[in-house]
C-alpha cells in the first residue's frame, strides 16, 4: 500500500510538472529597431529615421487563454545624426551618436480573443497587446576621425561642472507596450508580429538634452576631445570650433527619448504536439 501511495504520489508530480511544462513557450525575436528624439530627422515630431537590426530571446508563461507573461532579453540598435534633418539648423548642429541597447524586460500579453497553443479550442490567430517593465543599458558614441568614442566618460554638456547636471546613468528603466497578432503554426508553434514602444525616463540616449558649455570651459574641464565632440558646428561648416556662449541650447530637456523594435516571433509551447489547424487532436508526443 505504501508503495502504490508513492507511486501516486511521483505520478501526480510528473503529471503536474508536465502541466506546467506545457504552458511555458520559448522563442526567439528578430526584427529592426529605431529611435526618437533630438538627433531624428523630425525632432517635433515622429520620424522612424535610421533601422537597425534587433533580436532576442524570450520565455513565454501562457496561463490563461487571454492572458500570457513573458519574460525577454533583447539587443537592439539605435542611431541618428543631424547631417539627415530636415531642418538646416539642425543639420549645421551636426552632432550623430550610435548606442548598443541591451534590455531584460518583463511583459504581460492581453489576447483580443482566447488563444492557447498548447491547449484546446484555440483561434488560430489572435491579435494582442502588452505592457510590462523594463531595465536596458545603452552607451552613446560618436564617430570621430575613424572611430567611435564613447560620449558619456566626457561629459559633452559638462555634466559634474558646478551648475551643470551630474553625470547621466548608463543602466535606465523604461515601460515596454505594443502589440502584434500570433498565427498558430500547429504542433506548438506559433508566429509572431510584434511592434513594440519604449518610454525612457532619460533624455540621454543620444548623448543630447540640455545646453552647450563655452569651449574653451569645456576642454579645461573635461579636455579637448570632450569640446571637440560636443559642438561639431565647426566640422560642418569647414571651420574652426565655433565658440558658443554657455547656456546656448543644444537638445529640448522637456522630453524623454524613447526607441522601438518591430519584427517576427517564432515560439513553441514545451511539450505540445497540436495538429496544424486542429487543435482539438493531441497525440500526445513531445515534438520539437
Given at each position: ?45 515622429f520620424h522612424q529615421g535610421r533601422l537597425n537590426p534587433s533580436a532576442g530571446i524570450f520565455l513565454r508563461y ?227
Amino acid at each position: 500500500m505504501n508503495r502504490m501511495l508513492a507511486l501516486a504520489w511521483l505520478l501526480s508530480l510528473v503529471l503536474l510538472h508536465q502541466a506546467r511544462a506545457q504552458r511555458l513557450e520559448p522563442g526567439f525575436y528578430g526584427g529592426l529597431s529605431g529611435y526618437q528624439g533630438e538627433l531624428s530627422p523630425l525632432a517635433d515630431g515622429f520620424h522612424q529615421g535610421r533601422l537597425n537590426p534587433s533580436a532576442g530571446i524570450f520565455l513565454r508563461y501562457n496561463f490563461l487563454p487571454r492572458w500570457s507573461a513573458r519574460a525577454a532579453l533583447t539587443w537592439a540598435r539605435i542611431e541618428a545624426a543631424d547631417a539627415e534633418a530636415f531642418s538646416p539648423v539642425q543639420r549645421e548642429r551636426n552632432l550623430s551618436f550610435r548606442s548598443d541597447i541591451g534590455e531584460l524586460a518583463g511583459i504581460i500579453e492581453w489576447h483580443l480573443v482566447p488563444f492557447l497553443p498548447q491547449g484546446n479550442k484555440i483561434n488560430p490567430i489572435a491579435p494582442y497587446l502588452f505592457a510590462g517593465l523594463a531595465v536596458f543599458h545603452h552607451n552613446p558614441k560618436a564617430q570621430y576621425q575613424g572611430n567611435w568614442i564613447a560620449l558619456q566618460p566626457l561629459g559633452t554638456e559638462g555634466q559634474g561642472m558646478p551648475g551643470r547636471p551630474r553625470p547621466y546613468s548608463l543602466w535606465q528603466v523604461a515601460v515596454p507596450m505594443g502589440g502584434g497578432v500570433k498565427i498558430h503554426l500547429g504542433y506548438g508553434w506559433t508566429l509572431g508580429l510584434e511592434l513594440g514602444l519604449r518610454k525612457t525616463f532619460t533624455d540621454y540616449l543620444d548623448d543630447v538634452s540640455t545646453t552647450y558649455v563655452n569651449y574653451r570651459e569645456l576642454a579645461a574641464a573635461h579636455g579637448e576631445l570632450a569640446a571637440l565632440l560636443a559642438n561639431r558646428t565647426g566640422e560642418y561648416l569647414g571651420t574652426e570650433p565655433v565658440d558658443v556662449p554657455t547656456g546656448t541650447a543644444r537638445g529640448n530637456p522637456a522630453t524623454d527619448d524613447w526607441y522601438f523594435t518591430g519584427g517576427i516571433t517564432l515560439s513553441k509551447v514545451l511539450f505540445g504536439s497540436h495538429m496544424p489547424w486542429r487543435p482539438d487532436k493531441d497525440f500526445g508526443c513531445p515534438r520539437f
